[in-house]
């Protein structure tokens, strides 16, 4: 059944009891609504149980690139989720793949790979998130 809907694709991307693929195209298919609180689901999904929902969700905020950068941050300095190697990864990936034009996200990005991760990306993701603020987005 195709997706033809934002709320539909949204309640699909929730449901854990809905298949992976259905779940992956419902991911896909939000990339094309950047809304906050779209963004915000996207970004729940990194941490999906199914590594092709994850991916998805991954290239979805890859696309969107600056316009889901701050719910992206905001995960990445949740002590409670940036500790998930799942979210690191794909985030990883994210943050290669977008485009961030006022913002730099190397040291983000370089952040994610190291031996100490959770700790040096909270800190990196709040740099981020300072650049953005002074840029006023």
Request: aromatic share 4%; no cysteine; net charge negative.
């Amino acid at each position: 059944m195709p997706i033809t809907t934002e709320a539909q694709a949204l309640a699909i991307l929730d449901d854990p009891n809905q298949d992976a693929l259905s779940r992956e195209a419902a991911a896909r298919y939000l990339e094309n609504h950047p809304d906050p609180h779209i963004r915000g689901r996207l970004v729940r999904a990194l941490q999906d149980d199914d590594e092709g929902v994850r991916w998805a969700a991954a290239e979805a905020l890859a696309r969107l690139g600056e316009q889901a950068l701050p719910e992206l941050l905001q995960a990445l300095t949740d002590p409670d989720r940036v500790g998930d190697p799942r979210l690191r990864e794909v985030a990883h990936y994210t943050l290669r793949h977008g485009y961030y034009p006022s913002v730099s996200v190397a040291a983000l990005v370089k952040a994610l790979d190291g031996p100490t991760a959770d700790i040096e990306t909270m800190l990196q993701a709040n740099q981020v998130r300072q650049q953005l603020d002074a840029r006023g987005k």
